[in-house]
């Protein structure tokens, strides 16, 4: 199992440190243990979010799963890790967007991630990104916006073969040609 794997592999630098006489394996290591806490919080977060849209009745915060966030994204940055540190700030933009029905504050998350994803080449946060920045513009009425960032969702998705996420991407598009046919046929 990877978690025996990881478990060798990081008490390694205690072996190396201790009985092989490197000392410097102690930095090392605990470079490496931080960096896989990070990945740890992520999928934490992401679980404990996968959780909350689950739930029957939703709570209107969930504090663990913010704090998971932060940790994660906390962690990627004091390892270099930006592709991580992207993705970790993107999910604290999920928390504050979907979790706390907060957009506003939740877009300078949302344009990290996107800034950071873009730059790393990490098409699938970037695709997260684009699609709830969809969401933000269309909240605002920035229909022209929504739509531009919603069909970025879909063609970064289709471009990674990610059929679950591409009809995720697609539903939101359909909401988003629906709305406008609705409002073109009230007028």
Same mark, same amino acid.
């Given at each position: ?10 008490? /390694? ?7 092989? +006489?490197? %000392? ?12 896989? #806490? ?22 209107? !915060?969930? %504090?663990? *799963? ?7 994204? @906390? ?8 592709? +991580?540190?992207? *993705?970790?700030?993107?999910?604290? +933009?999920?928390?504050? #967007? ?9 877009? %300078?998350?949302? @344009?990290?991630?996107? !800034?950071?994803?873009?730059? #790393? ?8 990104? *684009?699609?709830?920045? +969809? ?5 605002? /009425? ?18 990674? &073969? ?12 359909? @909401?988003? @040609?629906?709305?406008?046919? &609705? ?5």
């Amino acid at each position: 199992m990877a978690i025996e794997t990881l478990r060798s592999h990081l008490d /390694g630098f205690y072996d190396d440190a201790v009985f092989g +006489g490197r %000392p410097e394996a102690v930095d090392t290591g605990l470079v490496a243990a931080r960096h896989a #806490q990070a990945v740890v919080d992520l999928a934490r977060g992401k679980l404990l979010h996968a959780r909350y849209l689950a739930a029957d009745e939703r709570p209107g !915060d969930v %504090p663990e *799963e913010l704090a998971t966030f932060e940790s994660a994204s @906390e962690g990627f940055a004091a390892v270099g890790d930006e592709r +991580g540190r992207g *993705e970790a700030v993107l999910w604290l +933009g999920l928390y504050h #967007q979907v979790v706390r029905s907060d957009s506003e504050a939740a877009l %300078p998350f949302l @344009e990290s991630a996107r !800034d950071v994803a873009g730059g #790393q080449r990490d098409d699938l946060t970037l695709s997260y990104a *684009e699609r709830h920045l +969809g969401f933000h513009a269309w909240e605002a /009425g920035r229909d022209a916006d929504a739509r531009a960032h919603l069909e970025r969702s879909v063609e970064l998705r289709r471009a990674l &073969d990610w059929p679950a996420g591409t009809a995720a991407a697609l539903l939101a598009l359909a @909401e988003d @040609e629906a709305t406008h046919a &609705d409002a073109t046929t009230a007028a």
